[in-house]
Structure formats: structure tokens, C-alpha cells
């Protein structure tokens, strides 16, 4: 990646519906935007030409595994609850690698991390401290991806909400 993910915002300070992807190029910007059908949550993401998406509940009502399918480069990403209804700690897999996303805290949540070695290291935390809207993301997977960046953190902002 040329450009790195550096911070995920609310478009609008009334809504948590709609996103943008902030990287070190300021020419280059991304949306996500939350749908629902039939219960079915999900997230439908771009960030310039060449990087798009879905992120959504793999099972109707079940918030407990997600998965990312990448349109432009056919990443698939699974996202799994660690423990039932515990939404604190997640495995994030892709291509036989998982990462292990843990929050500071099981009711509030300001600060997600990946912390497995040197080379795989991911944080997301607010902005301010009060605030859901602004998320600054620090990412130094040596593997990853833009659709690993964008999975991790919008299950890091959807169960901090």
C-alpha cells in the first residue's frame, strides 16, 4: 500500500450511518455506508478506483461473525466473536493468518488493538475520548491490506457504538 489508512469520521455529526475513509494521500478519500435487509446488517465501502466492498453479518440477526468481501481484489475476510455475545474480543482471519482484535474494556470501548510482534501491530481509539464520530487508526501489519484495515476497524466503531 502506497497510501495508508489513517482515520475513519462520521460524514455528518447527527448520523452513524455514513463514513470517511481518510488516508496520508489527501487526494484519496473513502466512503462506507450502513444498509440493512431483512435484519441483515452490513457495510458497503470504497476508497478511490480500485478498492471496494462489503462487509456483513454472515448470519441474519447474528452479530457474532462477519465477513468482508472485497469486489475489486476478491479478499475475503472473517470476523468471529472469540466468545458468544462478547463483543470485546474478535479473530480476524484472512488467507489462513489471524489476527486477535481485543478492546480496553467490555462496556466502553475507545481503544481496539492487534498486538502479536513487531510486524503485526494495529491500533484504532478515538479521537476524543467522548466522541464515537473520530477513530485514528495506527497500522503497521506488514501483511495487510486496505480491506484488512477497513474490516478491523469497522468492527472496532460498530461495537463501540
Not at 469520521?9 to 470517511?20: A, G, M, N, R
Not at 444498509?35 to 440477526?61: A, E, N, P
Amino acid at each position: 500500500m502506497a497510501q495508508v489508512i489513517t482515520q475513519i469520521s462520521t460524514q455528518w455529526d447527527d448520523t452513524f450511518e455514513d463514513w470517511i475513509i481518510y488516508t496520508t494521500d489527501k487526494d484519496l478519500e473513502g466512503r462506507i455506508s450502513l444498509g440493512t435487509r431483512d435484519q441483515l446488517i452490513y457495510w458497503d465501502y470504497d476508497l478511490g478506483q480500485d478498492v471496494s466492498g462489503r462487509i456483513k453479518q454472515i448470519w441474519s440477526g447474528d452479530s457474532n461473525a462477519w465477513e468482508l468481501i472485497s469486489y475489486s481484489g476478491g479478499n475475503r475476510i472473517e470476523m468471529k466473536s472469540v466468545w458468544k455475545n462478547d463483543f470485546s474480543i474478535w479473530d480476524i482471519s484472512q488467507n489462513g493468518k489471524t489476527y486477535r482484535l481485543t478492546a480496553d474494556g467490555k462496556n466502553v470501548k475507545s481503544h481496539w488493538t492487534i498486538d502479536k510482534s513487531e510486524d503485526e501491530e494495529f491500533h484504532i481509539y478515538k479521537y476524543d475520548d467522548g466522541n464515537p464520530r473520530d477513530w485514528i487508526i495506527e497500522d503497521y501489519i506488514e501483511a495487510g491490506s486496505y480491506d484488512l484495515t477497513i474490516a478491523i476497524s469497522m468492527i472496532s466503531i460498530f461495537f463501540s457504538l
